[in-house]
């Protein structure tokens, strides 16, 4: 049966966030149906709700940071059971055929991959709504699960921030002995700096401004380099094997690529959209650089980093809030004013009126 579910969507770009009734689809027998204990607060969700990106259809509910516990199960579910603690991140479904899914890279799937929330079912064609809500249902080959030894709260950003910067970091084969470096430090910065670590890496992060050394240490970073005094960039001129770019807006890439050692590689994961000024290819081409882009993960990589992060007990720093303090916390996101992730505590929902 479907199930009624309560919710917070945007209906317009320009309206809060409000309460939203709405009703789950039908459960299938591939589906798990979860309720949401905790949710995630990405840049993607205030992008979407502003229709930053266009394409958004209101009313929408965001939220793709999900840990929850299960409820039911479909009959034709073999991976999980009712009372399981398990997530869902930035997908719910991909084609399963085409070769990017049959690599595992779901999340760049041929025919498109079904987002969590703003996206249209492959089924039936309704409109997906994500975690800022009561309920769920996902089919399970979506669903991950969530290791006993995290805390739960400050495992949902690991959904999309973890894997965000896990994915290249695996890609490009970061481990002992790599040479990584991050640019800003904001939710995706702080996960890089944690992940790189725990790799095995020498982790450096590149800053505007001074001030963030102690907790930029703190989180796993051997130096800081500020980048805007030129005299610190000249010194760490080709140095670098990877540099994970968590930026979210338009900004010039020369003075870090300059950084990278003879074929590495600079991957952009915070910022879509036309880069100015534009890149020299110069020190690309001389050097054999790269610069490259990265989305989330595939379902098999996104369980991989979940089991590294409970076998290392990495989680993301988080601030919790209620879910009726969402606008205000989509104003403090937009001033950078989290350290570093806001996550909802879906249990205030209940209070909701």
């Not at 055929?97 to 969590?116: N, R, S």
């Not at 991050?182 to 910065?189: P, R």
């Not at 209620?322 to 606008?327: E, F, V």
């Not at 950078?336 to 909802?344: A, G, L, N, P």
């Given at each position: 049966?479907?199930?009624?579910?309560?919710?917070?969507?945007?209906?317009?770009?320009?309206?809060?966030?409000?309460?939203?009734?709405?009703?789950?689809?039908?459960?299938?027998?591939?589906?798990?149906?979860?309720?949401?204990?905790?949710?995630?607060?990405?840049?993607?969700?205030?992008?979407?709700?502003?229709?930053?990106?266009?394409?958004?259809?209101?009313?929408?509910?965001?939220?793709?940071?999900?840990?929850?516990?299960?409820?039911?199960?479909?009959?034709?579910?073999?991976?999980?059971?009712?009372?399981?603690?398990?997530?869902?991140?930035?997908?719910?479904?991909?084609?399963?055929?085409?070769?990017?899914?049959?690599?595992?890279?779901?999340?760049?799937?041929?025919?498109?991959?079904?987002?969590?929330?703003?996206?249209?079912?492959?089924?039936?064609?309704?409109?997906?709504?994500?975690?800022?809500?009561?309920?769920?249902?996902?089919?399970?080959?979506?669903?991950?699960?969530?290791?006993?030894?995290?805390?739960?709260?400050?495992?949902?950003?690991?959904?999309?921030?973890?894997?965000?910067?896990?994915?290249?970091?695996?890609?490009?084969?970061?481990?002992?002995?790599?040479?990584?470096?991050?640019?800003?430090?904001?939710?995706?910065?702080?996960?890089?700096?944690?992940?790189?670590?725990a790799l095995g890496a020498q982790v450096t992060l590149f800053s505007r401004s001074a001030g963030k050394e102690a907790d930029a240490q703190r989180l796993g970073a051997d130096r800081v380099v500020i980048s805007t005094d030129k005299a610190q960039m000249k010194a760490v001129r080709g140095q670098f094997d990877l540099i994970i770019d968590t930026v979210p807006y338009a900004h010039d890439l020369n003075p870090y690529t300059a950084t990278l050692a003879t074929g590495g590689t600079l991957v952009l994961v915070g910022f879509l959209g036309m880069q100015e000024p534009a890149v020299n290819t110069t020190?690309?081409?001389?050097?054999?650089?790269?610069?490259?882009?990265?989305?989330?993960?595939?379902?098999?990589?996104?369980?991989?980093?979940?089991?590294?992060?409970?076998?290392?007990?990495?989680?993301?720093?988080?601030?919790?809030?209620?879910?009726?303090?969402?606008?205000?916390?989509?104003?403090?996101?937009?001033?950078?004013?989290?350290?570093?992730?806001?996550?909802?505590?879906?249990?205030?929902?209940?209070?909701?009126?």
């Open positions: 049966m479907p199930q009624a579910t309560r919710g917070y969507a945007a209906t317009s770009p320009t309206s809060p966030l409000g309460l939203f009734h709405f009703v789950r689809r039908d459960p299938r027998d591939n589906d798990v149906v979860i309720d949401v204990l905790y949710s995630g607060v990405c840049h993607s969700d205030l992008h979407t709700v502003r229709n930053d990106w266009g394409g958004t259809v209101y009313p929408t509910v965001p939220g793709h940071e999900i840990v929850g516990r299960v409820t039911a199960v479909g009959s034709a579910v073999t991976r999980f059971q009712v009372g399981d603690t398990v997530g869902v991140g930035c997908m719910v479904d991909s084609c399963q055929h085409c070769a990017a899914c049959a690599k595992g890279w779901e999340q760049y799937c041929e025919k498109g991959m079904t987002g969590t929330y703003n996206s249209t079912d492959r089924v039936d064609g309704s409109a997906t709504q994500g975690g800022y809500s009561e309920h769920i249902v996902v089919r399970q080959e979506f669903v991950l699960k969530i290791p006993q030894t995290l805390d739960l709260k400050a495992a949902a950003p690991l959904l999309c921030a973890g894997i965000t910067t896990w994915s290249p970091l695996r890609h490009w084969k970061v481990g002992p002995g790599s040479k990584v470096a991050v640019v800003g430090l904001g939710g995706l910065g702080h996960m890089a700096l944690k992940l790189a670590k020190s690309l081409v001389l050097g054999r650089k790269s610069v490259a882009g990265s989305v989330i993960g595939g379902i098999t990589e996104t369980q991989e980093m979940l089991d590294f992060c409970g076998q290392h007990g990495i989680t993301a720093d988080v601030e919790m809030l209620a879910m009726q303090d969402i606008n205000t916390a989509y104003e403090r996101m937009l001033r950078s004013d989290v350290k570093y992730r806001f996550v909802i505590d879906m249990q205030s929902l209940k209070s909701a009126a």
